[in-house]
């Protein structure tokens, strides 16, 4: 009897990191259903996407996709849209794409093994949910692409609603895990080598343990014991602020003002250690003027962040902004924009100064063979580059301290301090 022909497929992932932790967790479940991962459409049997809508331009690439693969349709292979385009558009995706015969929210990923058989099966798929949603996505096989930092779910869904923003409708409401199983995957993580982890959440802010008392910071402190280590929390904190405004933080229904936002940076600045801060910005949101942009920009000067992450307001299907008149052109969001980035290249020029002659501890990432550095992450989360003796050969994972020597708006340069004898 001949062998059933192997079944193979391609996953490309978009957009944040719960994405790209979806994904590891979607590889282990089709690795158990007897797939086999490949590297190229071409091979594929099956080509997935997971996908992000959280801005337009996101939402665009997967269409493009779609576009560009239709024509091995006629080869047999079968395509699928997971992730959040999937859980927002729906069955619509259908008639925009007809060749796709599997769309599914995060939410159903529990149900891939019996939607895979539905499309292998030549039939179409949906797993779509409501808000309302209790699912987890909980696998016992996760297929981790990083051998060193390891992403752990500790919480999914939003229950915030900030206007603009379209993750409470495609990732449903708030859904903590016990602090049970977060320590556990923790532990094992820990067992097998990870000497990073990353708690992960669309906001993590809101976990609480559904067994019981234990808070967010309650959870990294028995994490904290769970690996076994000293000072292993980073010194960085990503505390996104959108508008330097108080007239657009409302009407962004962000739920705090300038002042409360800037008395957390104080609180975050009068720590011992030195903390990096990074933020995400959006420029150009309906009705911003041109004073409250000015506001956004000296908030920069104010809080002096390590980073930023920085937006065009985009707007998206269902949110409350959509209703909201005195739309920015896209010229002057493009201007303003360039000038907010502009101003915070300068902001961290400046301050990547103050690592000059530091000596950091870093993690190493990998080599840049062409430039014969080796690629390291500090606490704060910068890139630090450094150089090392030869025939110094470090392993991806293990920690090293560098000296700082140069510094740039993006990243740091310096040597590796290595032990005398
Ligand atoms: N338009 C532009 N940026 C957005 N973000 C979220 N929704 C939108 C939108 N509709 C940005 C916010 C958020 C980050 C993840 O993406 O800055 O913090």
């Known amino acids: 009897m001949a062998d059933a022909p192997e079944k193979t497929f391609y996953l490309e992932t978009f957009g944040c990191q719960m994405n790209v932790h979806d994904s590891e967790k979607v590889v282990g479940t089709l ?7 490949v590297p190229t459409v071409e091979e594929a049997g099956l080509v997935l996407y997971n996908t992000c809508s959280i801005r337009d331009k996101a939402e665009q690439k997967v269409f493009n ?3 560009d693969y239709k024509k091995y349709k006629a080869q047999g292979k079968i395509f699928g849209v997971l992730g959040c385009v999937a859980q927002q558009e729906g069955e619509k995706i259908f008639e925009r794409a007809p060749y796709v015969s599997l769309v599914a929210g995060s939410a159903s990923y529990r149900n891939l093994p019996a939607m895979l058989v539905q499309i292998e099966a030549g039939n179409r798929a949906t797993g779509l949910d409501d808000r309302n949603t209790d699912e987890c996505f909980e696998t016992e096989y996760t297929s981790r692409t990083n051998p060193h930092r390891g992403y752990i779910t500790i919480i999914e869904g939003c229950d915030k609603f900030c206007a603009y923003c379209v ?25 097998l080598g990870y000497t990073e982890i990353q708690l992960l959440g ?12 234990t808070s967010f910071a309650e959870l990294r402190r028995d994490i904290v014991e769970a690996i076994d280590a000293s000072l292993v929390l980073c010194d960085h904190v990503h505390l996104p602020v959108q508008s330097g405004s108080n007239r657009v933080l409302d009407a962004m229904q962000r739920l705090y003002t ?13 720590a011992k250690r030195d ?9 150009g949101f309906p009705g911003e003027t041109e004073r409250e942009f000015e506001e956004t920009l000296s908030l920069l000067d104010v809080v002096g962040y390590d980073s930023a992450f920085t937006f065009k307001y985009s707007p998206r299907p269902n949110t409350p902004a959509l209703r909201l008149d005195d739309a920015i052109p896209d010229e002057e969001k493009a201007l303003r924009l360039a000038v907010l980035n502009e101003k915070q290249r300068q902001i961290q020029t400046q301050r990547n100064k103050r690592h000059l002659g530091q000596t950091a501890k870093v993690m190493v990432e990998g080599k840049n063979k062409t430039r014969g550095q080796w690629i390291g992450r500090t606490s704060q989360i910068k890139v630090l580059n450094f150089t090392a003796s030869e025939g110094v050969e470090l392993k991806t994972g293990s920690y090293v301290d560098a000296r700082v020597t140069t510094s740039f708006p993006n990243s740091l340069v310096g040597e590796m301090v290595e032990s005398s004898g």
């Open 31 to 37: 690795m158990q259903q007897g797939y086999r991962q």
């Open 275 to 283: 903390i990096s801060i990074t933020t995400d910005l959006i420029v």
């Open 167 to 191: 993750v409470p409708f495609t990732r449903g409401k708030e859904r903590s895990r016990t602090s049970a199983s977060v320590l556990s995957e923790a532990r094992q993580l820990s067992d």
């Open 202 to 213: 669309q906001n993590v802010n809101s976990y609480r343990d559904p067994d019981g008392k």
């Open 258 to 270: 300038r002042d409360e936002y800037l008395e957390r940076i104080a609180w975050i600045h009068s």
């Open 65 to 67: 996709r779609l576009s």
